[in-house]
């Protein structure tokens, strides 16, 4: 099984950039296919990007397409996440998860091990 520990997270101003990473332990880090989540004060988690096991294919929320850029490197059981031109309403914790079903279509409830999170503050 695979544990998943996330990193980078900080405050930032508006208009800013964060960069977070997911580094994986275990077995077959480059088979499963990555995603990150975020959940912000009070509300659920939620579905933000994903990438496939080969880096080739990925899918972006619409709020974030633009702005954010997922990208990994099987060769240090890492995924990352470039966070660009961040807004307020990024503020989250934001989360990594395994996957290891068929990427296309993507299902949330396919998504598996999870790490403890990161605390993205945006502040205006």
């Known amino acids: 099984q695979v544990q998943l520990v996330e990193s980078g997270g900080g405050l930032v101003q508006a208009g800013g950039s964060l960069r977070l990473s997911c580094a994986a332990s275990?077995?077959?880090?480059?088979?499963?296919?990555m995603g990150w989540f975020r959940q912000a004060p009070g509300k659920e988690r939620k579905f933000v990007t994903a990438?496939?096991?080969?880096?080739?294919?990925?899918y972006y929320i619409d709020s974030v397409k633009g702005r954010f850029t997922i990208s990994r490197d099987n060769d240090k059981n890492t995924v990352y996440l470039q966070m660009n031109n961040l807004k307020p309403e990024d503020t989250a914790v934001y989360f990594c998860?395994?996957?290891?079903?068929?990427?296309?279509?993507?299902?949330?409830?396919?998504?598996?091990?999870w790490g403890q999170g990161t605390q993205v503050t945006v502040s205006s």
């Open positions: 275990g077995r077959n880090f480059s088979s499963y296919n």
């Open positions: 990438i496939n096991w080969s880096g080739s294919d990925t």
């Open positions: 998860a395994t996957h290891s079903r068929p990427f296309r279509p993507l299902r949330l409830t396919d998504f598996g091990s």
